[in-house]
């Protein structure tokens, strides 16, 4: 097993390209030396991970080894923007093979992200080459990006309730080539309503008499709509622990379906974000992207920082006097701010956490903000008496010492309850929980730590 980070890196299968290969081929300038065999017996998604280092005619000078297949499946691993930015600069008709081999949910993906001239041409190039995908991929693009309808699958396997056993097992044996897929079969009625499912294991397990109707299950559970939010579908999935859930119509019929590996990048793609808001960076940045547009994504949230640090700032110029009087404030400032922002950070990423899971909602609100801002006055009585300790060794001063501990029990307690009220305010006006949380956190916890500090230092110190 791999003991450090740099390990997975340079780890090497038995057959292809691993990333630490191709990324010291890129270093040496050696990229026209890759061999194609060993480039096919690489993995997609490492391939994809070194594609995105790359500029996109260094891009298309790898993927010229490959047949549109192969391209295909590293493409679609490869995120959405970027991908579509690869195939905008790709020969109409290659673009339009390596669409036509990807399944419509990933194909979708990337056709959602080019520009709208862009979009027009390769879809008329999809319907020349293949109308059904063509059909598919542009059926996809009619629903919000967000939603379970935007990332179904709509190439489903289905099973009719009147096969027989021996039939459905045959049915499904051609559909080997055909699905990507097959962990559960979905049984149509007459009119392609979703009449119920049948897992593999159940239909290999019957006796061969049956008939599809006898075994299905018809107590459906997992049920989606597909105007639903993308992030609802991950839960659900969590909790009914299916492979695969069905996607229905207002008439019961079927969509599509969305699999595991869909809620799995959801998962990451939310997980992701959320971090990257906390911290005020951009949703989709990465370490590779443009340096202009990763400057574009942070500068908004950083002008924002620098006016809450103004704000910080403020607060100790109105006590100025009292900081020239008796210098020691200063030295104990940073302490006082920096463990009450600590504590809201804490709060902070169990509470945004929490949030995004839907472990609660904005009813629980008033709750969750008195817990915090318990646990911060507790956890304020011990470290503040650390500290005030701490400061009395160092000034030999019992009336500074007492100040500071009073000072971190409020400040920690404030800490505490704006880690969870800044998250939940901003969700009970449907903004992103995650968004510049952190920022607005550390400015109160700045501000009130100051004030608090100082102005009882200002009371009985000076």
Not at 204 to 223: A, F, H, P, R, Y
Not at 263 to 276: A, K, L, N, S
Request: glycine residues 8%; charged residues 25%; proline residues 4%.
């Amino acid at each position: 097993m791999p003991k450090h980070e740099d390990d997975i890196l340079e780890a090497h299968s038995e057959r292809g390209y691993s990333l630490y290969d191709l990324v010291v081929m890129q270093n040496k300038g050696e990229l026209d030396k890759i061999d194609t065999q060993a480039l096919l017996e690489t993995s997609p998604h490492t391939l994809s991970v070194f594609l995105e280092r790359l500029d996109v005619d260094t891009q298309r000078q790898i993927l010229r080894k490959l047949e549109p297949a192969d391209i295909s499946e590293v493409v679609s691993e490869m995120d959405p923007e970027a991908s579509a930015e690869l195939v905008s600069e790709m020969r109409e008709h290659r673009a339009v093979s390596v669409l036509n081999e990807m399944e419509p949910d990933d194909a979708a993906d990337i056709v959602r992200e080019l520009e709208e001239e862009d979009r027009d041409r390769i879809l008329k190039g999809m319907q020349y080459e293949d109308p059904e995908a063509a059909e598919n991929v542009t059926e996809l693009l009619e629903y919000p990006a967000d939603t379970a309808g935007a990332i179904m699958n709509p190439h489903v396997a289905t099973l009719k309730p009147s096969m027989t056993i021996d039939n459905a097992i045959s049915a499904v044996r051609k559909m080997r080539d055909e699905y990507e897929n097959i962990y559960y079969l979905y049984v149509l009625g007459d009119d392609d309503e979703l009449a119920g499912v049948v897992s593999i294991r159940e239909l290999l397990l019957s006796q061969k008499g049956d008939l599809v109707g006898d075994i299905m299950e018809t107590n459906l559970i997992g049920l989606l709509a597909p105007n639903m939010d993308k992030e609802v579908v991950a839960h659900i999935m969590a909790d009914t622990n299916y492979h695969t859930l069905p996607v229905v119509g207002e008439n019961n019929e079927l969509l599509g379906i969305i699999t595991h590996d869909d809620v799995i990048d959801i998962m990451r793609e939310e997980g992701t974000e959320d971090i990257q808001k906390l911290a005020g960076a951009g949703a989709d940045e990465g370490l590779f992207d443009p340096i202009l547009f990763s400057i574009r994504q942070r500068s908004p949230w950083l002008i924002v920082n620098l006016m809450t640090a103004y704000i910080a700032s403020g607060v100790v110029g109105l006590f100025d006097g009292n900081i020239a009087t008796l210098p020691l404030l200063a030295v104990f400032m940073p302490i006082i701010a920096g463990i009450g922002g600590n504590t809201g950070a804490q709060t902070l990423a169990v509470t945004v956490r929490s949030i995004a899971l839907g472990e609660v909602g904005t009813f629980d609100m008033r709750r969750i903000c008195i817990r915090e801002a318990t646990k911060g006055f507790l956890n304020g009585i011990i470290i503040g008496l650390f500290g005030a300790t701490i400061a009395f060794l160092t000034t030999f001063r019992w009336d500074l010492s007492l100040i500071v501990w009073v000072a971190m029990l409020i400040n920690m307690s404030l800490g505490g309850f704006m880690g969870s009220f800044i998250p939940f305010t901003l969700k009970r006006f449907d903004i992103d929980p995650a968004s510049g949380s952190s920022i607005f956190t550390t400015c109160f916890t700045d501000s009130g730590g100051f004030f608090i500090f100082l102005g009882l230092g200002s009371i009985f110190l000076t």
